[in-house]
T-cell receptor
Framework: EPEVTQTPSHQVTQMGQEVILRCVPISNHLYFYWYRQILGQKVEFLVSFYNNEISEKSEIFDDQFSVERPDGSNFTLKIRSTKLEDSAMYFC???????????FGPGTRLLVL | QKEVEQNSGPLSVPEGAIASLNCTYSDRGSQSFFWYRQYSGKSPELIMSIYSNGDKEDGRFTAQLNKASQYVSLLIRDSQPSDSATYLCAVTGGSSNTGKLIFGQGTTLQVKP
């Protein structure tokens, strides 16, 4: 069964450093998303991406964040200068349509020291 | 601020019983409704989607939607200890047409053998 994959599973970084989180969505899906979940809190939307451009972003997704689909399979989230409060689990998700169910990857646990 | 509300629980049921999980949402224009299961430390797993008023059954799971009352529920029949997890309600549509999911806090279900 096709699944969303994410790398790395864990990332520890120093405050102010850049991190890139990688995702391979399900191959025939066209809609891609990033969410994050701070420990003990709700899953929060960060950004949606369709047709090689951002279709919506949340208030969390400020100028320090960017997304890219560098080739036909990968989807990346970059945080340019990490802050302590960026520590969270980051989930990539994909779907076949914007109204259809989204399938989540296993997540990347980011810890900013 | 569009909200999705769930009772955080824990909801404790004996093995073999019916577990009933509830969710309300504030955006009357919401169009798609999902239930996700999340085991501790893992990613959300899509278990049910529902788009129109009424009931939708899939195996031991039944989702119920009442748009007039802005209410979604999930029934789990013949609950098993392996069903012990946090169940997340998520909605999309309304003011956003990009597939952005708004999640509730989740209800923790404990199924006791």
């Amino acid at each position: 069964e096709p699944e969303v994959t994410q790398t790395p599973s864990h990332q520890v970084t120093q405050m102010g450093q850049e991190v890139i989180l990688r995702c391979v969505p399900i191959s025939n899906h066209l809609y891609f998303y990033w969410y994050r979940q701070i420990l003990g809190q709700k899953v929060e939307f960060l950004v949606s991406f369709y047709n090689n451009e951002i279709s919506e972003k949340s208030e969390i997704f400020d100028d320090q964040f960017s997304v890219e689909r560098p080739d036909g399979s990968n989807f990346t989230l970059k945080i340019r200068s990490t802050k302590l409060e960026d520590s969270a689990m980051y989930f990539c998700a994909s779907s076949a349509g914007e109204a259809l169910g989204q399938y989540f990857g296993p997540g990347t646990r980011l810890l900013v020291l | 601020q569009k909200e999705v509300e769930q009772n955080s629980g824990p909801l404790s049921v004996p093995e073999g019983a019916i577990a009933s999980l509830n969710c309300t949402y504030s955006d009357r224009g919401s169009q798609s409704f999902f239930w996700y299961r999340q085991y501790s430390g893992k990613s959300p797993e899509l278990i049910m989607s529902i788009y129109s008023n009424g009931d939708k059954e899939d195996g031991r799971f039944t989702a119920q939607l009442n748009k007039a009352s802005q209410y979604v529920s999930l029934l789990i029949r013949d609950s098993q200890p392996s069903d012990s997890a946090t169940y997340l309600c998520a909605v999309t549509g309304g003011s956003s047409n990009t597939g952005k999911l708004i999640f509730g806090q989740g209800t923790t279900l404990q199924v006791k053998p």
